[in-house]
């Protein structure tokens, strides 16, 4: 048997004798165990073990910090301060360039399946507005709030189909270009690559970082189709390999693909391929299945495939080719993270002593500590992942960025003293990962998270990763040399 101390971050390897002491001691039974012992199973299992030595065991760790009690504090609140600080850090900007494309893909979170969907005419950031964007930031990266001051800043493009807006863009690289910074601008952008051929030389030249969206070969990749109803791969497939081919060592540094699984392509299919044409091993996400349409619900359902499912039969090469991109390879990661102490984010934690303090959170980021994100309806956001309505800011018709920290600081902390009546209860004390703004009652009185685990759950989560070690399922030295989260 096993246990895990959440105070300390530890997993002790124990016998159950250690667990019969305990439960006893819960009890006030402890100093029965002798009587308890000769007339239960566990004499019969374990015979003439000296029980004693196991008791003064379960003491020793007990008056060493084990088996305490977990206390929940509440959410610690924001402040103003607290959102400047995290403002003057930004790295990662990312405009949501346009929400126009030129293709109608089935599954697209803009189309059909979707609430979000939206009519009308199609949206395209200026050049002014993104202008306004970076020189907002100009004083705060300068500021003593930046605790990243060297950090590469880099500037994402996203869609839509961003290079339907690359006017914009270019103005905007070169604006960048000319910026004094003691720190370094990178480009990225994800692409349906329908375009590319047009756009490649000053992609290269300016040595963006290109996601390209491809779901497999022909008919993996046949909801995406241009407005006409054609499957767009022909046409990719070939822009893709002329790429390959003329600019090789961008191609081997600079892209990577993403894929959708759905009920027409498999994770087996799609790495084949992608791995066989391209040499590159895709990141493959099922299908966003938030904010679905009641109406399209059967529909969604027949296209929607879960990634361990599709991938459960796959052969030990593909194992081994797809390791660092596996789910149960990422999960497991995730776990030694969140549940083993020796962890260290930075040379502070690990010199000195960490808080163990529980801290209940959700999984919720820090408002602006991974990305700020600017919409086509020149809406701030904190991600693309989440619905419009939670915006906390917005780019004026007069070039004004506006953002209230002490509206913002006030919603975060309306929302998690909310869900603090639901985390309360939790064991997900470490490593939770529901975001509050993706669930679907984030604005009743007491949302519900279907995340939240229980004692029970709690337990068997934490069985299943060691299971997964002891049976050797995950190599364990390849996660720890190969492995990286960011």
């Not at 990141?283 to 359902?301: A, C, D, K, S, V």
């Amino acid at each position: 048997m096993y246990i895990y101390d959440f105070l300390k971050k530890t997993l002790l390897p124990i016998n159950p004798l250690i667990a019969l002491c305990y439960n006893l001691d819960e009890k006030g039974e402890l100093d029965n165990i002798r009587q308890y012992y000769n007339t239960s199973d566990y004499g019969i299992l374990f015979g003439n073990t000296p029980i004693e030595y196991y008791v003064k065991k379960y003491k020793m760790l007990k008056s060493n910090g084990y088996f305490q009690i977990i206390s929940k504090s509440q959410f610690e609140e924001y402040t103003p301060e607290t959102i400047l600080r995290s403002l003057s850090s930004v790295t990662n900007i990312v405009f949501e360039i346009t929400d126009a494309c030129n293709l109608s893909c089935t599954y697209c979170i803009n189309g059909s399946l979707y609430s979000r969907r939206e009519s009308g005419e199609k949206r395209f950031l200026t050049f002014e507005k993104l202008k306004t964007t970076i020189d907002y930031f100009l004083p705060l990266w300068s500021s003593q709030y930046n605790s990243a001051p060297y950090h590469p800043i880099t500037i994402g493009f996203y869609g839509g189909e961003p290079l339907l807006n690359f006017k914009a863009i270019r103005k905007l690289v070169e604006y960048c270009k000319q910026i004094k910074l003691k720190r370094q601008f990178c480009f990225a952008m994800t692409t349906n690559a329908t375009l590319l051929n047009k756009y490649i030389t000053f992609l290269v030249e300016n040595n963006f970082q290109l996601t390209i969206s491809l779901d497999g070969d022909e008919r993996g990749h046949s909801y995406r189709t241009f407005k006409n109803g054609e499957n767009s791969f022909n046409h990719v497939y070939k822009i893709l390999k002329d790429i390959m081919k003329q600019y090789p060592d961008f191609w081997q540094n600079n892209v990577s693909f993403n894929s959708v699984l759905h009920n027409r392509n498999n994770v087996n299919g799609i790495h084949d391929f992608i791995f066989r044409e391209f040499n590159k091993i895709p990141e493959i996400h099922p299908l966003n299945n938030t904010g679905i349409q009641p109406e399209m619900q059967t529909e969604f359902n027949k296209m929607y495939r879960q990634y361990n499912i599709s991938h459960q039969n796959s052969s030990k090469k593909l194992i081994q080719e797809r390791f660092a991109s596996d789910h149960n390879v990422l999960n497991l990661c995730k776990f030694l993270l969140w549940y083993d102490a020796n962890q260290y984010y930075d040379y502070e934690s690990l010199i000195y002593s960490s808080n163990t303090r529980i801290k209940s959170a959700t999984g919720t980021c820090f408002p602006f500590s991974r990305k700020f994100y600017v919409t086509s309806k020149d809406e701030i956001m904190v991600c693309e992942k989440i619905n419009s309505k939670y915006s906390l800011g917005k780019i004026k018709e007069d070039g004004i960025l506006s953002l209230d920290f002490n509206y913002i600081a006030q919603k975060y902390n309306e929302y998690q003293q909310k869900m603090f009546l639901n985390c309360k209860s939790c064991y997900m004390l470490h490593g939770c990962s529901q975001c509050m703004f993706q669930l679907n009652n984030l604005e009743s009185d007491r949302p519900i998270c279907w995340m939240h685990k229980s004692q029970y759950r709690m337990i068997e989560y934490i069985r299943y990763y060691i299971d997964m070690l002891e049976e050797n399922n995950v190599e364990y030295e390849r996660v720890l040399n190969e492995c990286v989260l960011s």
